[in-house]
């Protein structure tokens, strides 16, 4: 079985999200993607809504989908959210599957950055999403698979809702709706 992981803050998650996981499964043949929400990310500032509320949208989001799943291993374990650490854990779980980490080649053109980068390349194969605002800088060890460019992002949705505009055809309606009626992001 291979299994893809996609992390981020998905905060809130919108059509982008899905639409980039939903072209990598296919395109790279996976059996399934897993949506990992970070805790806390290392490189990005963190938002009031709490890790439940954005896994509850996920889930909300995916419904029954069996291409797609959610993992909380990282809302679950605290504190920073380190790629690594996902991935040493996953692999526990998983130990008899191929694990792919999906990154945007926005993430990618910086993955030398990344705490552990050359563990994390050992660990796992990697999948970059390639959009076409982000060239793909020359990374040996990628696999690039071009993506739909969806311009919306989750900073942008939470601005819309701060000024009280409209966020659908953004979000999956279940996710607008759970905003809606847990009056996140205001």
Do not use: C
Request: glycine share 10%.
């Amino acid at each position: 079985m291979k299994i893809g992981i996609l992390g981020g803050t998905f905060n809130p998650p919108h059509l982008g999200h899905f639409i980039l996981a939903q072209e990598i499964q296919r395109k790279a043949r996976l059996d399934r993607v897993l949506f990992v929400p970070t805790n806390i990310p290392p490189h990005k500032e963190s938002h009031n809504v709490s890790g439940g509320h954005r896994i509850k949208m996920l889930k909300l989001a995916i419904g029954g989908d069996r291409r797609f799943g959610v993992s909380g291993a990282e809302i679950k374990r605290g504190g920073i959210s380190y790629t690594v650490d996902t991935i040493r854990y996953l692999k526990s779980l998983y130990p008899r599957q191929t694990l792919y980490l999906i990154i945007g080649s926005d993430l990618a053109n910086n993955f030398e950055a990344w705490k552990y980068h050359d563990e994390i390349k050992k660990e796992v194969k990697i999948i970059v999403g390639r959009r076409s605002r982000h060239p793909l800088k020359k990374v040996s060890g990628f696999r690039g698979v071009n993506i739909t460019h969806i311009g919306v992002s989750s900073s942008q949705i939470r601005v819309l809702i701060k000024k009280g505009f409209s966020i659908k055809y953004l979000v999956p309606e279940e996710v607008r709706e759970y905003i809606e009626k847990n009056k996140l992001y205001k």
